[in-house]
């Protein structure tokens, strides 16, 4: 507060000597270094009460996380990924006990179809669930439709959807990224009963078969 008053007089002072010097006019003088004092404590009290300061600024909000204590950062979304060419060209079965599970088999329309049920033909159906590597508990590279047995080559298939209920489930972020979807055209389900599964490529390239399947009968 003093070193405030003595900064304002000094102030006066300066102004007066340097407007007298030049004018000879003390009024001038007078009111030039009022003027400027009373500026200078005007602008003081907008910089403190009026506009903000970076360093007094509030901070902007911070997003919303939906990480759990003790699970590590959220996994970013993702669009799915087309890995339908991971399932050209592969040979042999694959082993039992795969990592993920074959949830739900849909029509086009979005109908879920049931075990053993007796569904439309020329109709596209697409197979819902989710896949992982069980070794590393983490994403597979790819899933692959098998009707019959034999790998659905018309099939396509798309990994990387998000299902943070297996990442909840196995205490895994990575596995949020772990959905997928395989479209079966109609081309590949002709008359007749099918045996519906699904392959999980692990990391190691290997393939083994997602729990659950589906029984179904194309009229």
Sequence with gaps: MVFGVIFLFALFVVTRVV???YTANSLV???TGVALAVAFVAGSIARTFVLPTAE??????????????GAGAPVAAAAPTDVTRNCRGVKGSPSPNGFGAFDSLQSDSGAAASANAELAGNVEYEAIGWAGDGG????????????????AKRAR??????RPDVANAFASPPLELSGFKIVIPASSLPKGPHHLA???????GSFALAPH???????
Excluded: H, W
């Design 157 to 162: 298939s798309f990994y990387g959807s998000s």
């Design 136 to 151: 590393k508990k983490s994403p597979a590279l790819g899933v692959c439709l098998l009707v019959d047995g034999k790998f």
């Design 29 to 31: 003088a007078n009111v």
């Design 213 to 219: 399947s589906f029984d179904i009968v194309i009229r």
């Design 56 to 69: 007094g600024a509030a901070p902007a909000a911070a997003p919303v996380s939906d990480a759990t204590a």
């Design 198 to 204: 699904v392959a999980v490529e692990s990391l190691d």
């Design 19 to 21: 407007i007298l010097r």
